[in-house]
């Protein structure tokens, strides 16, 4: 976003999404930090491992903390981008953030590899306002608990093929939890520059144990 050229060192490598760690012409998507310490030489990495059921009790609170937040958006700054250098207007991370959570069953259920392309759709004309935009949220939510309900493995230990490889359907999870939370965090991030105070956003021990970025935009 930052580099004039990184979009087309980007291409040069034939990488299909980001976040990508390159060295010369070798590649690792930035999705699983698993890939990333192998790539670096890291063999001893231990990562926490957090438990299906308690990934989705996080993904539901910070999912309906999402709700509250993107609900605070005034409609005259919907289509403005939400950062400087990102290409994308705050409607559109408001409801990509949300539609994360269908993008998971794609892959989940239907068995979709190309989850970044169901996730990152634009939204529909008819979700024109913030509060449009956030009511598409309950359904998701609902979406998500209706699945998780008709599990039968809750170690959630089968494979999925994703955009980033083979990888068990608990660290999926894990990955689409902490990528709705860290959107989330972005669209908090855009409310405090404006000056409105963010309504109740994801608390600390909703987001302890998700491999989350320090910063918001890195």
């Not at 289509?79 to 705050?90: F, W, Y």
């Not at 494979?159 to 999926?172: A, D, I, K, Y």
Request: net charge neutral; with cysteine.
């Amino acid at each position: 976003m930052n580099d004039p050229g990184g979009r087309e060192r980007l291409q040069a490598l034939g990488a299909r999404g980001l976040p990508v760690l390159a060295r010369g012409r070798e590649y690792v998507f930035g999705q699983r930090l698993e890939d990333v310490a192998k790539f670096v030489g890291i063999t001893d990495y231990r990562s926490e491992t957090l438990a299906p059921e308690l990934l989705m009790q996080k993904w539901t609170a910070i999912l309906r903390a999402g709700q509250r937040i993107i609900r605070q958006f005034p409609q005259s700054c919907l289509e403005e981008r939400v950062h400087p250098a990102r290409d994308q207007s705050i409607r559109h991370m408001s409801y990509h953030a949300l539609r994360i959570g269908d993008a998971f069953l794609a892959t989940a259920v239907d068995g979709v590899e190309d989850w970044v392309r169901v996730s990152m759709e634009m939204p529909p004309a008819a979700l024109s306002t913030a509060d449009d935009v956030a009511g598409f949220g309950d359904a998701v939510i609902e979406r998500l608990q209706e699945w998780w309900a008709a599990q039968t493995d809750k170690t959630c230990a089968r494979s999925v093929t994703t955009t980033s490889g083979v990888q068990s359907l608990r660290e999926f999870l894990e990955r689409q939890t902490w990528h709705s939370a860290q959107h989330i965090r972005q669209l908090t991030w855009r409310l405090e520059r404006m000056g409105i105070t963010p309504n109740a956003p994801p608390r600390p021990e909703e987001l302890a144990g998700l491999p989350l970025p320090q910063g918001v935009w890195g």
